[in-house]
């Protein structure tokens, strides 16, 4: 911060004025409105505020009247006035208002003259007070774009991060629920919030959480993103080691379970940490559906991410190296197929994949009422142009076609992209050493997720180490009543939750 803006604020009014508009480049959005008080208006007092950022209708029914009008006939003894005492009654006697804020220096100054306080100045005082009527367009509370369910709450987060911890609010009404603020950038002073309960979150895991956010040194935090890549633990792993969403029911869900969430103003997707493996294939849906249901659900996801990332290597490995693995019916169809292709299988599906990353990409960054169309028409015409040509054989399109929809099954994103990240590899390997390639690749894979961690918690957990308590959250989901403990490596306090008996039919 600039040393002039960590300056005392001066008792002369006009100099405070002509400070705040050179420091702000007499900027057309910020509003000073300068009256006089007291009986005979001897006393100078200035009201400054954002235009757009603070609700001008209340500041002037409740500020600006008070001052203006209800007090003006009243007769304000000097001696009085020039005292502290006045400004403690002012603020405790005549303005109708909450959240007013004391101001000693520039920097808390313009951090709330911008955040969307009005700020009060009077002449003779080295001390000003702050009002919050912080307000802004924002987009409302709406259903979720990127996790959809079909059976469960429709409400997500927002840009406005007092929003986004009101909803959290709504479904954890606990006094242990703890809300930290602190402010990062130095230009922007963006708001980030931890949210934690008390008595449940490893204590540990809050305070590494604390000192990660603390060691951010930076000039502008845009989006959780940006937290997000300064904290996680491994920096150049594909796989995610911080969970993010946009709905509340499952940040609260993970609150409950023990673990922190980090809020970003200006952006309404939250953290969760620490994030392991098995955190990205759960949907909040899976805890609204029967355990039978969810538990189907949970398992054809993780079917799904090894064909997204295994399916295009399999099929290269197979029709390079081993085509005594296939009956001989379609080994023979295979051929046929593959006749009039100038190029090697692993030509083909790069080719192909790098072809519908293409069109993946353009539809997304396509206007929305033709991104789709141009999705589905592109894969359609080239596919079947690219087949006819004879560049690439029609098992390969099914191949890439099947690898492209298993992708979209995973109900986190960033999951997604790491199988398509490391599909390519796997790839190399395959029409370099075949299958053997193949398990090659996956030793590695297990190698490094087994040395990943989220927060000091093994990212395997609760499969490596193997917990058997956990395992009723892991691959399949129990029945609620077995919800009876929290995870261990998780929370290492309070594990138990209450205990529901198991529902039995009265008797006959």
């Known amino acids: 911060m600039d040393s002039q803006q960590q300056e005392k604020i001066s008792s002369d009014l006009k100099f405070n004025l002509d400070h705040i508009k050179k420091t702000l480049g007499n900027s057309t959005d910020i509003v000073i409105r300068e009256f006089q008080a007291g009986k005979n208006g001897e006393f100078e007092i200035a009201v400054v505020y954002t235009d757009g950022l603070t609700d001008s209708a209340g500041l002037q029914e ?18 009085v006035f020039h005292s502290l005492n006045w400004m403690e009654a002012l603020k405790k006697e005549s303005l109708p208002v909450s959240g007013i804020t004391d101001i000693s220096d520039y920097q808390k100054l313009f951090l709330l003259l911008l955040s969307g306080d009005a700020i009060i100045l009077v002449n003779g005082f080295s001390k000003g007070m702050a009002i919050s009527f912080r307000v802004w367009a924002d987009r409302g509370v709406n259903e979720p774009s990127s996790q959809t369910v079909v059976r469960g709450p429709k409400d997500g987060f927002t840009e406005t991060l007092r929003k986004n911890t ?49 060691r951010i040194n930076i000039d502008a935090i845009l989006e959780s993103g ?89 099929y290269i490995a197979v029709t390079t190296f081993h085509q ?14 593959r006749e009039g292709v100038p190029f090697p299988a692993v030509v083909e599906a790069i080719m192909m994949e790098a072809t519908f990353e ?6 997304v960054r396509m206007p929305r009422a033709v991104g789709s169309a141009i999705s589905i028409v592109g894969a359609l015409v080239i596919g079947q142009a690219a087949v006819e040509a004879g560049i690439v054989s029609a098992t390969m ?4 076609a099947l690898t492209a929809i298993s992708s979209f099954v995973s109900p986190a994103f960033n999951m997604a992209i790491a199988a398509r990240l490391i599909r390519f ?3 190399i390997l395959a029409a370099s050493f075949g299958l053997f390639g193949i398990i090659l690749g996956l030793i590695v894979m297990v190698l490094h997720l087994n ?52 529902p039995k039919p009265p008797n006959s």
């Open 62 to 79: 409740f500020v600006l009247e008070t001052l203006m009008v209800k007090i003006r006939d009243v007769e304000i003894d000097s001696n």
């Open 166 to 214: 009101a909803l959290i609010r709504r479904r954890i009404k606990d006094p242990n629920l703890w809300l930290e603020t602190k402010q990062i950038g130095t230009k922007t002073q963006t708001d980030v919030s931890i949210m934690f309960l008390k008595g449940v979150a490893n204590e540990k895991i809050v305070n590494e959480v604390r000192e990660r956010i603390n």
């Open 425 to 427: 590899p796997l790839m």
């Open 226 to 314: 940006y937290i997000e890549e300064l904290i996680q633990d491994n920096q150049y792993s594909p796989f995610p080691t911080v969970y993010n969403t946009e709905r509340p029911d499952a940040v609260a869900s993970a609150i409950l379970e023990g673990r922190i969430a980090i809020l970003v103003d200006g952006t309404p997707f939250v953290l969760i940490v620490p994030a392991l493996f098995v955190h990205f294939f759960q949907s909040s849906e899976d805890y609204y559906q029967r355990a039978d249901i969810s538990s189907f659900v949970r398992l054809l996801r993780y079917f799904a991410f090894f064909l997204a990332l295994l399916t295009p290597s399999a």
């Open 397 to 400: 399109v099914i191949v890439v």
């Open 451 to 502: 040395s990943l961690r989220s927060f000091g918690i093994p990212y395997l957990a609760p499969n490596a180490p193997f917990i058997l308590q956990d395992q009723a959250d892991n691959f399949i989901r129990l029945p609620r009543w077995a919800f009876y403990r929290r995870p261990r490596l998780i929370n290492q306090k309070k594990l138990n939750r209450e205990d529901t008996p198991i």
């Open 358 to 363: 293409i069109l993946r990409e353009a539809g």
């Open 324 to 337: 005594e693995m296939l009956p001989t019916e379609l080994l023979i169809s295979l051929a046929a197929q």
